[in-house]
């Protein structure tokens, strides 16, 4: 590890409480003037870190940046092969490429902090900001692709559980992977599969996570301001959650709960859409139905204006507005 990385564990781990400078160089086995040179690297990153004459060094306590450093402080699985990019193009297309290098049985989980090529469902992309959350979680299941699809289910709904654990927040579900926040979406799950052609079992299946943490509205393009919102709008709101913390419970939960394959009845109390005037796009085809029904087994039950009943497995839909 180097002085710049395990200096800033110490500051993650010390958050808002000053350490001295004598102290950290002394625990890190490194001279005073190469602490005071991480600080500066760490700032200009975009650390808020307070130092001053025999204050020593000091994370603000709403400094609020994802790390490597900052997640394994909360990580409860420590065996996990954390790959953390500041940016990247997309931390799907970064996991199937470490899928191919990784140990049998591995897991790996890639963060980022801003994607520039965010990948969405249906080819859409995935507007991937700095102040979200971004990461693939790469896993083995050894289950066949149907029942693999419920991957998306169980890790909307942990994604759920860490963000009312460490937010204090309440996201609806949007069947099948979106997440959403007082009538806009703040999140997606994207779930791709390689299978075996022979078993038809998946090898591994990437599921992609985008949450859009922080936004100040100001920075939302135009196109998405009606459809798209964040967890916090504003940053004092922001600061008051550990974005460190927030991460390592998603993954926390999303590896506790991904061998379950059965859905969690969160899945279904939470779901925006029964009740609703719906459109099903399949293909080019679009199709007007009414939501009936989150199902047991995760399908959705639909009526079609022609009063025939039909389950989706999965698929993709838009709630039409009264
Ligand atoms: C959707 O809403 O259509 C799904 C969005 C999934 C976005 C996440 S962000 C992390 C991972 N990397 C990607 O390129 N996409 C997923």
Known sequence: MSVKSEFLRLLEQNKGHPISGEAVASKLNCSRAAVNKAAAKLREEGYRIDAGTNRGYM???????????????????????????????????????AAGQGMPGETIIVVSRRQTLGRGRRGRSFYSPE?????????????????GTLLTITTAAAVCKAVEEVCGI??????????????????????EAVTDFESGNIEYAIVGIGLNVFWEERDIPEDLREVAGAICTERSSFEQININALAASIVDHVLKDSGDFSVPPLYIERNIVPGHNIIVNEGQKKTKAYALSVEPDGRL????????????SYGDISIQKM
Do not use: C, H, Q
């Open 59 to 97: 994370l603000s306590p709403g400094s609020n940046v994802l790390s490597s450093e900052g997640l394994r402080l909360y990580l409860k699985n420590p065996d996990v092969k954390l790959i953390f990019l500041p940016e990247t193009d997309s931390t799907n297309l970064r996991a199937r490429e």
């Open 131 to 147: 102040g979200g959350i971004y990461m693939s979680i790469l896993l083995r299941p050894e289950v066949d692709l149907a029942t």
């Open 170 to 191: 309440r996201l609806s579900v949007k069947w099948v992977n979106d997440l959403y926040l007082n009538g806009l979406k703040v999140g997606g799950i994207l779930t």
């Open 301 to 312: 039950m639909i009526r079609e204006e022609s009063g025939e009943i039909r389950l989706l």
